[in-house]
T-cell receptor
């Protein structure tokens, strides 16, 4: 079973701080990496995807990928209470299925 | 444009019954994937369909089946329901379902088996 591991949290950060969410994966053939946000009782919503080593920035979000270390992270700058949600890391190899971690619960406190 | 739509939103069944869940992908998308999300876990892949053909299947029993129609909508069928089938069933839409493509999720169908 190819694993995607995330710390379940909860990760608590004060409003305005940087939240750092981490994910490791076991399949070295993985090629595509996705971060989804899921509010309680709702479906996952895409935040970012990254395919190449390095950083990718989109607004307050930065995804970081290190294939050698099999590690992908998501940084959220200037965290807001509305960012409080579960963040799901998903990994895909050359196939079609997304392999998800269990998610990290983020709580941004005012 | 409309996103992915799923019906029904909620469903209550009893053990042994059968259930059919429906999904319509984003306009122009030809691939539909189904996932099961149990409380506290990430979504687990069940099926992917592309151009009406099953492209892949996850580690689920034969009680689970699906199909895709010419208009690219899809149905997920589950027979002989078990209590453990209680979950949020998610449909995801993508253009062709390739591994590098983003999958966009619908609102889900919440199934409770009593």
């Amino acid at each position: 079973q190819k694993e995607v591991e995330q710390n379940s949290g909860p990760l608590s950060v004060p409003e305005g701080a940087i939240a750092s969410l981490n994910c490791t994966y076991s399949d070295r053939g993985s090629q595509s990496f996705f971060w989804y946000r899921q509010y309680s009782g709702k479906s996952p919503e895409l935040i970012m995807f990254i395919y190449s080593n390095g950083d990718k920035e989109d607004g307050r979000f930065t995804a970081q990928l290190n294939k050698a270390s099999q590690y992908v992270s998501l940084l959220i700058r200037d965290s807001q209470p509305s960012d409080s949600a579960t963040y799901l890391c998903a990994v895909s190899n050359s196939g079609y299925a997304l392999n998800f971690g269990k998610g990290t619960s983020l709580l941004v406190t005012p | 444009d409309a996103g992915v739509t799923q019906s029904p939103t909620h469903l209550i069944k009893t053990r042994g019954q059968h259930v059919t869940l429906r999904c319509s992908p984003i306009s122009g998308h030809k691939s539909v994937s189904w996932y099961q999300q149990v409380l506290g876990q990430g979504p687990q892949f069940i099926f992917q369909y592309y151009e009406k053909e099953e492209r892949g299947r996850g580690n689920f029993p034969d009680r689970f089946s699906a199909r895709q129609f010419p208009n690219y909508s899809s149905e997920l069928n589950v027979n002989a329901l078990l209590l453990g089938d209680s979950a949020l069933y998610l449909c995801a839409s993508s253009f062709s379902g390739g591994g590098s493509e983003t999958q966009y999720f619908g609102p889900g169908t919440r199934l409770l088996v009593l």
